[in-house]
């Protein structure tokens, strides 16, 4: 009679490939590729995040309203990146400088982005400041 044989091997085939394929999208839907890997973090990315974590429970207000610039810049330091320059301007809600020295690590380098950021401090007396931080790839 006939033989089934080269029939069969043919759904085989049909087989494996749809298990593979399944596979492959349910893997993809599980393990999702890593943002990092997809799209690099811009200077402005740093900035922010930098900002945030350092006003953490309020911590950036305290050192802004005890004029603690020294520690501003040394966690900057830790939390950017080492070839990103920057330089931080404080500001009072009316606009004035607060900081009488320089926030910064070195001299901005190309492609210069500004982050705004808002804090206050947590205070009896509620101090709302606003800080201008430049940030620059290092030459």
């Known amino acids: 009679m006939f033989d089934n044989r080269?029939?069969?091997?043919?759904?085989?085939?049909?087989?494996?490939?749809?298990?593979?394929?399944?596979?492959?999208?349910?893997s993809s839907v599980i393990f999702p590729s890593s943002p990092d890997l997809v799209k690099p973090k811009s200077l402005a990315d740093f900035g922010q995040e930098a900002l945030i974590k350092l006003d953490t429970n309020g911590e950036l207000g305290k050192l802004i309203a005890y004029g603690n610039w020294t520690a501003i810049k040394?966690?900057?330091?830790?939390?950017?990146?080492?070839?990103?320059?920057?330089?931080l301007t404080v500001y009072d809600e009316d606009l004035n400088?607060?900081?009488?020295?320089?926030?910064?690590?070195?001299?901005?380098?190309?492609?210069?982005?500004l982050v705004d950021y808002v804090c206050a401090s947590q205070n009896t007396t509620v101090q709302f400041f606003i800080l201008r931080l430049q940030l620059g790839w290092s030459n």
């Not at 085989?12 to 492959?24: K, M, P, R, Y």
């Not at 900081?99 to 982005?113: D, K, M, R, Y």
Request: hydrophobic residues 55%; aromatic residues 6%.
């Open 6 to 26: 080269g029939q069969i091997n043919i759904i085989e085939a049909f087989l494996a490939i749809a298990i593979i394929f399944s596979a492959v999208v349910i």
């Open 74 to 87: 040394q966690s900057l330091d830790i939390l950017l990146p080492i070839d990103v320059s920057f330089n």
């Open 97 to 113: 400088k607060l900081n009488s020295q320089a926030i910064q690590n070195t001299n901005l380098g190309h492609e210069v982005v």
